[in-house]
């Protein structure tokens, strides 16, 4: 029951984060700026996102219930706090702010505190950490979709 009702809150809490990411990017993707920029042959179309965060987030609050059941210390609150951050600060930095150098210094951290998740904090939670695996995979592919941007604008 209490890996339920933690999944429950920590669905609350990522799905609000894509939420508030999302209202500060402002219409991100579907400005001119972005519309405009050369963008890398591998960019998913529009829906891919939005199906694959929703999938990303239910599977990222499994694991954060089990996770936090294990090990619910001050450095766990922490760095969970820090990942959260990251995540929604990226979609202002990039595609609002347009400062696409820091958008990839923001999500090259975020991509590492994902590892960090998978290969250091996930000791006591055995398969569970496999959760993991969409949200890293997504990272490195956003990860290379700034960087192109980054590159080739």
Not at 20 to 42: D, F, V
Not at 65 to 94: A, M, P, R
Not at 137 to 153: D, F, G, K
């Amino acid at each position: 029951m209490k890996q339920f009702k933690l999944t429950i809150l920590f669905l609350f809490i990522n799905f609000g984060g894509l939420a508030i990411g999302s209202w500060l990017m402002n219409n991100g993707p579907l400005t001119e700026w972005y519309t405009n920029l050369n963008q890398a042959p591998w960019t998913p179309p529009g829906w891919v996102f939005g199906v694959a965060w929703t999938l990303i987030m239910i599977c990222f609050s499994i694991y954060l219930g089990k996770l936090f059941i294990e090990d619910n210390s001050q450095k766990l609150k922490l760095v969970f706090l820090f990942q959260f951050i990251l995540n929604v600060s990226w979609n202002y930095i990039f595609f609002n702010q347009h400062l696409v150098l820091f958008g990839l210094i923001t999500i090259v951290l975020l991509t590492s505190l994902l590892f960090y998740y998978f290969f250091k904090l996930s000791n006591k939670t055995n398969n569970y950490k496999f959760l993991l695996v969409p949200y890293m995979i997504w990272l490195c592919i956003a990860t290379s979709l700034n960087l192109y941007v980054l590159i080739h604008n």
